[in-house]
């Protein structure tokens, strides 16, 4: 299965998103993975602090071009769930995320009081 979390707004939890969905699947024992679509690279540098802190993330992270986003169905587990986490605009980074995906995924917008 795969995932992508997308919201065309900076700041709305996208990465939080797709960091707490793989933490979630993972430990209920699934097979995950989240792909990096964002040129922010937030998910990636997440990952690489957690690896300087000691930490070991129970699911890879890694940076996604459109190649590798083409070819992720032929490419992953049968098994895997794939969690892309998307830039924050309508870029040419964003539709290709959006064609090998079974769900989206877009963060609530917060309320101001």
Known sequence: MIISVIN????????TTAMALATAAARHNRNVSVLDTDPQGDATTW???AEDAG???PFTVDSANI??????RKTM???ELVIIDCPPAA???TWPAMW??????????GHSN
């Open 8 to 15: 065309l707004k900076g700041g709305s939890g996208k990465t």
């Open 47 to 49: 990952a690489g602090d």
């Open 55 to 57: 930490e070991t993330l």
């Open 67 to 72: 190649g590798k986003l083409k070819r992720l």
């Open 77 to 79: 587990a049968d098994d």
């Open 91 to 93: 870029t040419w980074w």
């Open 100 to 109: 090998p995906i079974s769900s989206s995924f877009r963060p609530p917008r």
